[in-house]
């Protein structure tokens, strides 16, 4: 069975900085492009850091600019994402998930989750002024 167990978030303040942690359990990050997502109130869910399964750059939403960093820990099973210089606007709530057919970076943040079958269970990243 697939699990995607996450941990970290949590309320901080502007400028503050979190890594949110996914850890895979039941299969390997190898077989499966990875994705971050988020969701903020009353707005529909986007893609912010993927991995495609073709192991390319990573991609980045352009509103997170250089502030996010995803990277992977194939010995842990683990994806995280650095958030760095944290702003009001970043609340919201953060999946990791992952798709065994989406082949590119941009495409599985382009498709704001859409379509893809396992998820982590959330985090919540409130940020406060």
């Known amino acids: 069975e697939i699990q995607l167990v996450q941990s970290g978030g949590g309320s901080v303040q502007t400028g503050d900085s979190l890594r949110l942690s996914c850890q895979g359990f039941?299969?390997?990050?190898?077989?499966?492009?990875i994705g971050w997502f988020r969701r903020a109130p009353y707005q529909t869910r986007e893609g912010v850091a993927c991995?495609?399964?073709?192991?390319?750059?990573?991609y980045y939403h352009p509103s997170v600019g250089a502030r996010f960093t995803f990277s992977i820990d194939d010995a842990r099973n683990t994806v995280y994402l650095e958030i760095n210089n944290l702003r009001p606007e970043d609340t919201a709530e953060y999946f990791c998930?992952?798709?065994?057919?989406?082949?590119?970076?941009?495409?599985?943040?382009?498709?704001?989750?859409?379509?893809?079958?396992?998820w982590g269970e959330g985090t919540l990243v409130s940020v406060s002024s």
């Open positions: 991995l495609g399964k073709i192991r390319d750059q990573p």
């Open positions: 039941g299969f390997t990050f190898d077989d499966y492009s």
């Open positions: 998930a992952i798709d065994p057919d989406v082949q590119t970076a941009a495409h599985l943040c382009a498709l704001g989750g859409d379509g893809v079958d396992d």
